[in-house]
């Protein structure tokens, strides 16, 4: 970290956030196919952009769904290749009237700058940009090589960027890849993400009778597919939420008593979450606090159900039939496959008689767990301790980036995901922010850690 | 019965299944607010074809909600009064994408009517109006007093009903009331049924966090609303079907001996149903027939379930809410009020912490139990076995007419339930029919009785 760099910054930093302003203003939404024209517009001001600061061989690249936008500088011989990765696509802005101001009318109040996409991951991955420019600015020449590839469907589970990432291993090696897309701990706490959960997702589908019957009818008599659905999923878990399907948690990795300390010298703040998410309380698996619930434990969740009459009043029918949809989230060692095969053995075990039960597989993604005894981590830990003068933690989260675990397993090199988001900012949302002091830090951490990767 | 009765009615036969197909064609869906004018507009059509055979005094007459249809005929002097009660309310139609021919074009296919409403009760309120055409017009007269009370509302439970036959008590007076809306027992085997169950309705609503959310970022450490609904419901009967609710059962009176050898004696074959219904094993309480659940012990059955989401796919979401709507059948001595109480405690003690539950009371009706001893019904059976050449079966139904009770409680005369529907006609489900076998046979049979009824 010199003197010269935060001093370009600084004098920058109007300017910055302008062209920020004006990236954010571009409603990049890529599951809205009446925004085709903006994602093109997305990827065509990040090639100027990239152009704008030295970055060369910049060029857009075709997916089967919205591009890539890639670019390098490779001149440093002999030194470390990073990868940064980010996507400019966002999410939906819906409901609308709960935004203070428009999503895509970027405005600063107190010291945040709202829109969506300011934190995920718009702003992230143009600190990206800035932090090289600030390098190159400053010093005519960057300590490491650079690569960046910045995508446009994240949000849409990256639908296209496994098969991109296949096909361009060779464009893509690197010795380190970073992403700024997760969050910090809390405010003026930084947090490295060392773990993701992966994702298994079943649809169960009860069949009783060959139509809906009538109660009053056959009522008693025959089976009714509700009810053979919820005695399924009511042998999934018991009353705390712990999986009763056999053989779940056998490749689960039970916690070491020095993570455990871990996770509680983090000191989550349970009640908050509560009154936040207006629950009178919490709810899992005994014997495990929220952290290690949310971020390194599986689960078995029922994310929707539906059978029968759904709408106004009454109507006493014996439903023909029930669905319900369920995803387990992962950690490692399970894998995607054998934990779904399990789960449909356990339905195939517990379905009583009377009714046909089928079942869909969907998505899956195999957990994430870094390598964190890499020095890429370590020096990313002191890039971040020496600008927000406070320990790092290294964090897990509960959700998946299911590309993530295509990088580690097509290009084989450390990821390092070091985000400057807080959790609080509503990415997601609406009200989505930036803290700006978040961007000022990020560049200078990124700057300060490129310069320690090349001096290795 | 006279040969020129069925003259008239041969000769009559296309014209009344046109009239038929016109009064089907009309979307009368009472619980669905939108069909508000295709009420009244069915109301409508009932003055006209009352008034077009001759009925006096016909008229809409107004209720807290869809209006009754009245009209008489009371020139018999001497002979007693029969009062004709009917509903031209029909059930919502959905699945839609499951009917061979649109619910509301009706259709006749080999010698079956296709329609909502066909059988349940549009077809059979109909054969009534055209059964006292058919009298008037050959004999100028009628054998006995007629009344006709035709309704808007059963199938969401005769919401106005009580009060109006409270109301009407003088105007509604009579010494049988027939009514047709029950099954025979089997294709040319008539039945009247003497019982009924009654009806305790609930929905309940789960509330969990105040949106819902990530499950990757909450999935294992917050309530899960769909999670708590499906423990809840699965509390509520074991894995036979038996009721778990406390006190469920207290006033339910157990059968003799005697009763439970006429149920075994109509030999009803369980096999056919389970071939018919294209289900691989019937489901019930052990150590009762398959008649004896569905006709004289109460249930505990869900309607309907919906949480979450319900779209293709997977979206891995922490649903906020989730309903079900639960419908119980009553027996003798069964009150709904308390039933409905009882269910409401059991959910309360088995609510999981962390959801907020709420419950919301629909429908009732009390269970019925005719008095079979009285001439109305022996008249009834020879009617019936006179024209369908076969005994009577005096069947109990699993099925509830909660005005049935109020009838019996108020206007306190005989009720005589004989219907002409089959089991098998789809009644509340895609593709109701009516056999027109059944249509020319009660007809016949209708006549014949109030010739009867006009003779004793």
Redesign the interface.
Known sequence: MTNRLQEYLTEHRAGHLEQLSEFLKIPSISALSEHKGDMRKSAEWLVASLQEIGMENVTIMETGGHPVVYGDWLHAADKPTVLIYGHYDVQPVDPLELWESPPFEPTIRDEKIYARGATDDKGQTFMHIKAVEALLKVHNELPVNIKFLIEGEEEIGSVHLDQFVDENKELLRADVLVISDTPLLAKGKPAICTGL?G?A?L?ISVK?????????????????S??A???I??SM?D?D?RIQVEGFYDKVEELTEQERAAFKALNDDEEALKKE?????????KGYS?LE??WV???L???????????????????AE????I?C?LVPEQDPEEVTALLEKHIENHT?????VTTKR??TGKPFAAPVDHKVFQLAAKAYEEVYQAPVAFSR????IPVVETFAHVLRIPIVLMGFGLPSENF?APNEHFHLENFDKGLLTLTNYYQKLGRE
């Open positions: 959960r994702l997702s649809q009783g009778a060959k139509g809906d019957l009538h109660s009053g009818l056959y009522g008693g008599g025959v089976p009714n509700i009810h659905l919820v005695q999923l009511d878990r009353q939420g998410l207006e629950l009178p309380e919490l709810f899992g698996e929220l619930r949310t434990r599986p689960t969740e029922v994310n929707g159900i539906y059978g029968g009459f759904q709408g106004e009043g009454v109507k006493t029918v014996i439903p029930a669905h319900a949809k995803t989230r009583p008689p009377g009714v046909t969907y998505d989260m509960g959700g998946s997601h």
